[in-house]
Every structure is written in C-alpha cells, then in structure tokens.
C-alpha cells in the first residue's frame, strides 16, 4: 500500500520539485471532472449531457495551451508563476458565477493554463525518457490521492468548494519555482509521416475520442445509474490510479499493445447496460490498468515504425488531446439521446476499432 509515497519519493532526484507539484495539480484538476459533473448538473439546472460542455471547454483550450506554447514562448519562471495565479484565479471563479456560459468559459480558461504547465513540465525532460516517464508517471501516482480527497470536499460541501480547493492547490507550487533550461531550437522543416505511422496516430486520437466520451460521464453513470455516492465513486477513481501505477512504471516489451486496449472497450460497452455497484468498481479500476499497459507500448511501436520518431511523437500527443477534447461534446449528446447505454456502446465501439486497427499494424511487418 505504500508503493505510490516510495515511487513519488524517487522523483525528488530527477524532476525539479516545482514540475512535480505543477503536475500533481494539474492532475488533480483533471480528476475532479467526472467527480462534479452530477453536481454541476444540479447547480446550474442543466442536463447531465450538456454540463460535459464544461470538460470539452477545459480540454480544448488545454490542446491550445499546451501544443502553442513552445512556438510563442520560452520556458521561464515567469510564465510558470503566472499561469499558476491565472489557474488559481480561474477556479476562484468558478465558484462565483452564477451562468454556465460563464462557468464554462472559466474552466476555458483553467485549461489554458494547465496546457501551459503541462508543457513547461514536459519542456524540462524533453529526451530523457527516464525523467520523461518520472513525469508521466506523477498522473496516476496523483489520482490515488487526489480522488477521495475530492470525493471528501464534495461530500461534505458541493462544487463550489471543489473549486476552493483547487484554487489553494494551485498555489503550493509557488513554494518550489524551478529554474527552467530553454530547450535548443527545434528544427523549422518538418517531414510527413511514412503510412504505418500516420495510422497509429490517428487510432490513438480515436481511442482517446472514444474513450473520453465515456469516461467523463463515469462520475454521473455512478451516481445516477449504479446508486453510488460521489465519495464511494471517488474511491473507485483512486482504484482505477492505483492499478496504472504498476504498469506505466513497467520496463519490459509490451508485445501487443493494442491488444490490451480492446479491454476498455468492452468495459464501456458493460458499463452503459450493467447497474451492479461491484462490477462498476471491477471494470473502472482494470481499466486503468489495461490502459497503461497499451499506451506506452502503442508510443514505443509508433517510435519503431517512423523515420522521425521525435516529430510523430508531437504528433501522437497532439491527435490524443484533440480526441479527448472532442469525446465530451460527442458523449454530451449520446447521453441527452440514448442514455447512458447508447453513450456506453459507441464509446466502445470506436475504443475497439481503434485497437484492432493498431494490432493490425503491429502485425504487418
């Protein structure tokens, strides 16, 4: 039980203390989604569809932050202050807007900021996959923490306190600014991608399309569809952490890789029709499992099938991130139009055409 406090604790010596906390918050944000949608739902009056309008929002401008960042800026302490106070200052707002048009454009506004973060992060370990994986890792090593932590806050309170919280959050990396090296300049002529790996980038953007859209409604379908407390439904988002922890950190080949995905697509399938609260906390937490185990090694295949694995690799984070900004809006009307069994079937639907269409790559030599 104490694997995830001594992994952390290996990190001090490769990533600077401030990337880490950065990172945690900026995971902490992300895990707080699915948890308060029932309650922003309830807050503004609106369907459960239509408030996932706040997720796409944050995502969105998550994708802008993060991939135009290194083309305008350059890593600095200064910007890593700044976009800390501007997050700290959208969830303030958060709490205080009394339209969801505004919400949402609050959260357009978080987003922007942890795109920036994430990248500054990431700007840092840049080519050393030792500390590059050290950071990564900081996701579900957070979301073990983080998720009853948030189950507790909504519990006891609502949203708005939520917010509260992530507004103090915001601030603790403060205490441990980095020095930041700016990265040498990046190559201004770029070269297409060769068929194989054009292919596995778009299968990865659709995985986390379809993925996306079903997993920021996980939260609602608990409560409203298996009768789950948002604290109980926290505990489950700290299983489904905790069971990636091991195998993001796993080291050995993953022979297969798109293989293991075909496991989440089944497990959004059953979600959308089955209503039994021990199978929902089966399926959440082997997800979580089953999608380390498939991720890394779809990146490791996508390294050996390009001529220019550093370029495709941009490329395979951009595609994902646009996947996972584009699942809430679709999932949004899934569920005002089918329930949460039509927002289950597609959902699974498009994570498995994607992992047989990765599988088939690995398989042609």
């Known amino acids: 039980m104490f ?36 309650s922003i739902s309830e807050r503004f009056d609106i369907g459960t569809g239509r408030a996932g309008a706040f997720s ?16 305008l800026v350059e890593p600095s302490r200064r910007l ?79 949203d708005q306190a939520v917010f509260w919280l992530l507004a103090g959050l915001a601030l603790i990396p403060l205490v441990a600014i980095p020095q930041f090296v700016t990265p040498p300049p990046k190559e201004t002529s770029r070269t297409r ?38 604290f109980v439904i926290s505990l489950v988002f700290s299983a489904n952490a905790a069971a990636g922890i091991p195998s993001a950190r796993w080291r050995g080949r993953r022979p297969l890789a798109g293989a293991w995905m075909l496991l989440p697509a089944v497990f959004a399938g059953m979600l959308g029709f089955l209503d039994q609260p021990s199978v929902f906390w089966v399926l959440i937490t082997a997800w979580g499992f089953c999608f380390w185990m498939s991720v890394p090694g779809i990146y490791a295949l996508l390294a050996e099938r390009s001529r220019h694995p550093s370029e495709r690799a941009g490329d395979a984070q951009a595609a994902m991130a646009a996947g996972r900004s584009l699942g809430p809006l679709l999932g949004g009307g899934l569920v005002g139009a089918g329930g949460f069994e039509l927002l289950g079937a597609f959902g699974g639907a498009v994570i498995a055409a994607a992992a047989l269409t990765i599988v088939v790559v690995e398989l042609r030599h």
């Open 80 to 158: 890593f202050v700044l976009s800390l106070v501007v997050l700290a200052s959208a969830n303030v707002a958060s709490t205080e807007v009394s339209s969801f048009w505004a919400f949402v454009s609050a959260r357009g506004v978080a987003g922007l900021a942890l795109g920036v973060l994430t990248w500054l992060a990431y700007s840092q370990v840049f080519g050393d996959s030792d500390r590059t994986g050290d950071i990564a890792v900081i996701g579900p090593l957070t979301g073990v923490a983080a998720a009853p932590l948030l189950g507790v806050v909504l519990a006891a309170a609502d």
């Open 193 to 230: 991608a060769v068929p194989q790996a054009f292919v596995l980038i778009a299968a990865l953007g659709f995985v986390m399309f379809g993925g996306s859209a079903v997993f920021v409604y996980v939260g609602a379908m608990g409560v409203e569809q298996y009768g789950l407390d948002p």
């Open 56 to 71: 796409a929002a944050q995502l969105g401008a998550f994708v802008i932050g993060s991939w135009t960042s290194g083309r």
């Open 3 to 38: 694997a995830p406090f001594r992994l952390l604790a290996t990190l001090r010596g490769t990533v600077e203390t401030g990337l880490v906390l950065a990172t945690a918050v900026a995971t902490t944000t992300f895990v707080a989604t699915p948890l308060i949608l029932p």
